[in-house]
């Protein structure tokens, strides 16, 4: 048998770097009940929004930070309603539900990858505040040309986080394998669904949230009795510590993409897509992420 490929020795500018996940308690309560993220025709963001804090880069040097996803296996999914477990006051159903396999993955959607808009920049402003991703938006349309990512509805999908060294010598794509580190949590995985299958999901988006407020504003009794805001496990806590869902342009007074979140909360409330229903960047990256990324280079 071949002897197995020596790991590669990553570039100090990388090897020391490390990240922390944001709002991981939440992002543990989404996995323990198996996590949904809404893909779109039009492009849906993510809630939760990835966000992390960096350690230890250069602070002199160019870093430019990208996420791609990929599939954590080879099978569709299909979700089914288990018998009613309990009936509540004003007989709402509690119903409980379960993901089987439906048989092999669909063909691979096209690989893609999400550069964060502030790519490149030095090490200093990367770590100096947290880094959101709440610009990246997921897509089922396969031919879509706004640059989101493409994902298979009734897929599970892992997000991956990669850390790239802008290497200025003019041969660094040699190098383009020690010059980035990936990160995975694996409690951002998901299913990728075109509405939300376990109505637990949807009760913890609302409220979690800041941007579903209106559902929020709606009558208590309609909630299930374990299961309303103030009911949800850390959501105080959450509400009190966490940090703003915010870029650098909501802090420099731009409030754009703000109101485009909003405006999906409220088409989904108008019904359009129920929540209980169903480049400037491209030369540089040929450079430095050449095929070297997990995955290959055609993914990346």
């Given at each position: 048998?071949?002897?197995?490929?020596?790991?590669?020795k990553?570039?100090?500018k990388v090897?020391?770097?490390?990240?922390?996940?944001?709002?991981k308690?939440?992002?543990?309560?989404f996995?323990?009940?198996g996590?949904?993220?809404?893909?779109?025709?039009?492009?849906r963001?993510?809630?939760?929004?990835?966000?992390?804090k960096?350690?230890?880069m250069?602070?002199?040097?160019?870093?430019m930070?990208?996420?791609?996803?990929v599939?954590v296996?080879?099978?569709?999914?299909r979700?089914?309603i288990?018998?009613?477990?309990?009936?509540?006051?004003?007989?709402?159903?509690?119903h409980?539900s379960s993901w089987?396999v439906?048989?092999?993955a669909?063909?691979?959607?096209?690989?893609?990858?999400?550069?964060?808009p502030?790519s490149?920049?030095?090490?200093?402003?990367?770590?100096k505040?947290?880094?959101?991703?709440?610009?990246?938006?997921?897509?089922?349309?396969?031919?879509?040309?706004?640059?989101?990512?493409i994902?298979?509805?009734?897929?599970?999908?892992?997000?991956?986080?990669h850390?790239?060294?802008?290497?200025?010598?003019?041969?660094?794509?040699?190098?383009?394998?020690e010059?980035?580190k990936t990160?995975?949590?694996e409690e951002?995985?998901?299913t990728?669904?075109?509405?939300y299958?376990?109505?637990?999901i949807?009760?913890?988006k609302?409220?979690?949230?800041p941007?579903?407020?209106?559902f929020r504003?709606?009558?208590?009794?309609d909630?299930?009795r374990?299961?309303?805001?103030?009911?949800?496990?850390?959501?105080?806590?959450?509400?009190?510590?966490?940090?703003?869902?915010s870029?650098?342009?909501?802090?420099n007074?731009?409030?754009?993409?703000?109101?485009?979140s909003?405006?999906?909360?409220?088409r989904?409330?108008?019904?359009?897509?129920?929540?209980?229903?169903?480049a400037a960047?491209?030369q540089?990256?040929?450079?430095?992420?050449?095929?070297a990324?997990p995955?290959?280079g055609?993914?990346?």
């Open positions: 048998a071949a002897a197995a490929k020596a790991p590669v990553k570039n100090p090897a020391n770097v490390s990240v922390q996940l944001e709002m308690a939440l992002w543990d309560e996995n323990q009940l996590t949904e993220m809404i893909v779109t025709k039009a492009g963001r993510m809630f939760p929004t990835f966000q992390v960096i350690f230890g250069d602070p002199m040097a160019d870093y930070l990208l996420m791609d996803f599939p296996d080879d099978k569709r999914y979700q089914v288990l018998p009613t477990s309990q009936r509540l006051a004003g007989g709402y159903a509690f409980s089987l439906a048989g092999k669909d063909p691979a959607t096209p690989g893609r990858v999400h550069y964060h502030d490149p920049a030095k090490g200093a402003q990367w770590m505040q947290i880094v959101s991703f709440d610009k990246l938006k997921l897509t089922n349309n396969l031919l879509d040309d706004n640059g989101h990512i994902l298979n509805s009734m897929h599970r999908y892992q997000p991956r986080f850390v790239v060294y802008v290497d200025p010598r003019k041969d660094s794509e040699k190098y383009a394998e010059n980035f990160f995975v949590f951002t995985r998901f990728a669904v075109t509405a299958q376990n109505h637990r949807t009760q913890l609302i409220a979690s949230n941007f579903a407020k209106g504003d709606c009558d208590p009794e909630w299930p374990n299961h309303r805001p103030g009911a949800l496990p850390l959501m105080s806590a959450f509400a009190r510590s966490r940090n703003p869902v870029s650098p342009a909501h802090q007074g731009t409030e754009k993409d703000a109101a485009e909003r405006r999906e909360y409220e989904e409330a108008a019904g359009g897509t129920p929540l209980h229903a169903e960047h491209q540089l990256m040929s450079r430095v992420l050449s095929p990324l995955g290959g055609s993914g990346l």
